[in-house]
């Protein structure tokens, strides 16, 4: 059958394989919201789902070229990430991530964990500065500090960090 393309940009007499009949729905791929049934099926309950929009996995310890140690001012390594264009480095052990795309709006649920070798009583701190200031969060920006608990909480950079953010 030889292809055809109509003025109403109707093409026909292709044939595409791969899938049998009736295996997806309309209703599992039309509509804007995540439900168990989109997803793998092994979820249950009735809760909604909310996936992450935004994540990193980062070095806090190398540059953002993995070129040396990590710099005051400077972007540190990303070793994987989601929704995120870039981790700066404030000073020890204080981050700044910075979204691709903007939060609808700055009351997401930013959420980090980090560690490294012969590391214990690791903590963090959201949306303070290395001196203890406030700093909000905003649509674009996270800022967020890590460190060690034991003792005064001294801020330190850590090899393991983990920043999701949920809205």
């Known amino acids: 059958m030889p292809i055809s ?3 109403t ?3 026909t007499g292709i044939s595409a394989g791969g899938l049998p009949d009736d295996c997806i729905t309309t209703a599992e791929i039309a ?3 995540v439900t168990p049934a989109k997803l793998s ?3 249950s309950g009735s809760a909604p789902i909310f996936g992450a929009r935004a994540w990193v996995h980062f070095d806090g310890t190398r540059n953002e070229g993995d070129t040396g140690a990590s710099t005051d001012g400077a972007n540190v390594k990303i070793r994987a990430s989601g929704n ?3 981790v700066l480095k ?5 981050y700044t991530v910075s979204f691709t795309i903007a939060m609808a709006d700055a009351n997401y649920c930013a959420v980090v964990s980090c560690g490294g070798p012969g590391t214990s009583w690791v903590a963090t701190s959201m949306n303070t ?3 203890g200031t406030e700093v909000a969060p905003t649509v674009s920006t996270c800022r967020f500090q890590t460190g060690y608990a034991m003792g005064v909480g001294t801020f330190a950079e850590l090899k393991y960090n983990y ?3 949920f809205r």
Do not use: K, L, R, Y
Request: net charge negative.
């Open 5 to 7: 393309i109509t003025g």
């Open 9 to 11: 940009g109707t093409i």
């Open 31 to 33: 509509g804007s919201a």
């Open 41 to 43: 099926g092994a979820q």
């Open 84 to 86: 995120v264009s870039s």
């Open 90 to 94: 404030n000073s020890a052990g204080d």
């Open 129 to 131: 500065t290395g001196g």
């Open 163 to 165: 920043f999701a953010a």
